[in-house]
């Protein structure tokens, strides 16, 4: 992962965060789908706390959340950005285990 | 202090109804009846996240807003939870989400204005 020179915060500790909030809540092997709401929120909100905290003001933050449930039928996430690549960042962490996978992402944008 | 610190006007603020439903034709337009497109589905949603972000970007009005365009394709039968948090400036910033679904697929279109002051 190549290191923006000066947007005021660090893309591996943006990675680090999202990881570290993923195995912080990720529970038990089985997946309960009542149990998701809590589960997406503690990612979520932990993700957006820590990130907030090593940003710019000028940088604005959006931390997306995606659960699903490992089946036989396939899923697919893509990212299209009109931004500038100089100044605008896109960091994702995966983690899966028997059960489902998570996938959260973090736009970090100039305003 | 001038006025490229305000949030955009009235006629460059972006309208979230008019967004979603260039979203939904896109949608509509390139999935149809679709079945979930198994190893073409890294450039299914390449090609629809590519297609919706150069058509709000091509919006007159819309110049001083930054897009993007997140794509999930499901097939049938999975459970899923999607949802997102934002540090954004809610007068100013926008999330638009739409979604198609067919007996074979799902697919969530969510796209996000940010605007540069």
Redesign the interface.
């Known amino acids: 992962m190549t290191e923006p020179a000066d947007r005021g915060y660090s893309t591996s500790d943006v990675y680090k965060y999202l990881k570290a909030a993923v195995e912080m809540a990720a529970g038990p092997d089985q ?1 309960q ?1 009542a149990q ?2 809590e589960l ?2 503690n990612i ?2 932990y ?2 706390k820590k990130i ?1 905290a090593i940003r710019p003001p000028s940088v ?25 690549d100089d100044r ?1 960042s896109l960091v994702t962490y995966q983690f899966q285990n028997k059960s489902m996978t998570v996938v959260v ?1 973090a ?1 970090l ?3 | 202090m001038g006025s490229e610190l305000a949030a955009p006007g009235y006629m460059h603020r972006l309208r979230e109804p008019a967004a979603a439903a260039m979203v939904r034709d896109i949608l509509q337009r390139e999935l149809g009846a679709a079945e979930y497109p198994g190893d073409q589905a890294a450039d299914v949603g390449r090609r629809l996240g590519a297609l919706i972000e150069q058509r709000l970007a091509a919006e007159p009005g819309w110049a001083r807003y930054k897009f993007i365009a997140n794509i999930v394709l499901l097939g049938a039968g999975a459970g899923a939870r999607m949802g997102v948090s934002s540090l954004w400036d809610p007068h100013a910033d926008h999330v638009v989400h739409e979604s198609l679904t067919t007996p074979r697929l799902r697919c969530v279109a969510a796209v996000f204005a940010v605007c540069v002051y």
């Open positions: 997946y789908h998701l709401g997406h929120n979520v909100d993700a957006t907030s604005k933050v959006i931390v997306t959340c995606t659960i699903v449930q490992n089946t036989d039928a396939g899923f697919h996430i893509s990212n299209s950005t009109h931004w500038d605008d992402t736009y944008v100039q305003s």
